[in-house]
């Protein structure tokens, strides 16, 4: 039996083949995209998740008309402002915060799957895990606030600064909750099981009730006034109540991002340590 005799085919009009150079893993392309997909796949996770979304979304909307039926216009006719202003500040802050709880949850489960430590095997730039988490926050914070002020709007909440002052408004919630995000995924990945998350949890409950938005700072006992005043719910509160319904935005804006900027530098480091950490032993 004779063999075919082989040769070099070439392509098709005699022309090479084109070259494809190996992007590296460090590289700032690689960076923003792995980060991309990443967020993209949290937010499909969480949109996928019953009791992400309950949490995320269904939760905050019904505590804003919790208050509105059992408050109703007493805090209004104490004031002389209406108090839906303040709520729905507060419960947008809120959701931005319950949602960092759960999506701390999160990274706790992907540490104890070993997700997190193949996600570090793979060719994956090694940062793309935590900031595709933080911008997956961002755009969850960014939609839970619509669909609260959605649910404001049904109720009485309106801009009436215009439409700077509501852009500027929206962004508010999701800056605090990126500090917030930094601050819980840096306990996350350095404490072992659930139980610093559960604290977290009442640290929330306590700032709800202890802020500006809830009722005014002038109802807390005097000792109690100037720490609610300037706790970082209030701030931002007392911003965005001056950005939609009208009064002081400078001094409590200023604040608001000085508290954002803080839990960011102090909590930065240690979030990316932790997450290393986690990610390249699992524990």
């Not at 937010?43 to 309950?54: G, N, Y």
């Not at 839970?144 to 049904?154: D, E, M, N, P, W």
Request: glycine residues 8%; aromatic residues 10%; contains cysteine.
């Amino acid at each position: 039996m004779t063999h075919p005799v082989t040769e070099d085919i070439e392509p098709a009009g005699n022309s090479p083949l084109p070259v494809v150079t190996a992007q590296s893993e460090r590289a700032l392309s690689t960076w923003l995209a792995h980060s991309v997909i990443q967020c993209k796949r949290l937010l499909l996770t969480w949109v996928r998740d019953p009791s992400t979304t309950i949490q995320t979304l269904l939760y905050p909307a019904l505590t804003l008309l919790m208050f509105r039926v059992v408050l109703g216009n007493s805090i209004t006719a104490a004031t002389g402002i209406p108090s839906i202003y303040g709520q729905v500040a507060m419960i947008t802050l809120i959701a931005a915060m319950t949602g960092a709880v759960v999506s701390a949850l999160g990274v706790k489960r992907e540490k104890a799957t070993g997700l997190l430590g193949r996600f570090w095997t793979m060719p994956v730039h090694r940062a793309a895990g935590l900031t595709g988490r933080i911008l997956a926050e961002a755009v969850r914070i960014f939609f839970s606030t619509l669909f609260v002020i959605a649910v404001g709007f049904a109720i009485g909440f309106r801009f009436g600064q215009g439409p700077l002052a509501a852009i500027a408004l929206i962004s508010i919630p999701v800056l605090f909750g990126i500090g917030f995000a930094v601050l819980v995924t840096a306990l996350a990945t350095i404490t072992e099981g659930t139980l610093l998350i559960s604290l977290i949890g009442i640290f929330n409950t306590l700032l709800m009730f202890f802020n500006t938005g809830f009722v005014p700072v002038f109802a807390y006992p005097v000792w109690l006034q100037s720490t609610v005043e300037n706790q970082p719910m209030s701030c931002a509160v007392d911003a965005m109540r001056g950005l939609s319904y009208g009064g002081p935005v400078a001094e409590p804006l200023t604040k608001s991002l000085a508290w954002t900027i803080g839990l960011i530098v102090v909590f930065a480091y240690p979030a990316i340590r932790g997450y290393r950490r986690a990610a390249e032993t699992g524990r």
